[in-house]
């Protein structure tokens, strides 16, 4: 039960990123709205990895069949990704100083 719980905080967290970058580019989204998108995205980037990229092309659809700059949408998903792998680079640096400052202190 735990990580069903989890993995609903994860999606809804995601979709939080996804919203704050499109209010970002001004381009205000509903949070519920959003949300079957996302999905759609994830589903897409797993299907066909690219780089985590093609969800993206779901986002500036989305924005285009409802009457919204595509350029905006992909300005905002962009910066989600960018925002998603920066948060990752970090936890993945500080991880590994673990290791790093461990190895090093018994060198000494």
């Known amino acids: 039960m735990a990580a069903v719980s989890l993995q609903a905080i994860y999606y809804l967290v995601y979709t939080g990123l996804y919203q704050s970058a499109f209010d970002t580019v001004g381009m205000e989204r509903r949070f519920w709205k959003l949300l079957p998108v996302m999905f759609a995205s994830l589903f897409v980037n797993v299907i066909a990895p690219v780089a985590g990229v093609g969800g993206a092309a779901l986002f500036v659809d989305d924005a285009a069949q409802r009457g919204r700059s595509g350029s905006r949408a992909a300005a905002g998903a962009l910066l989600a990704l960018a925002t998603e792998l920066s ?22």
């Not at 948060?87 to 000494?108: M, Q």
Request: glycine content about 10%.
């Open 87 to 108: 948060a990752f680079i970090a936890v993945l640096v500080g991880g590994l100083s673990i290791p790093v400052s461990a190895a090093e202190i018994i060198r000494l």
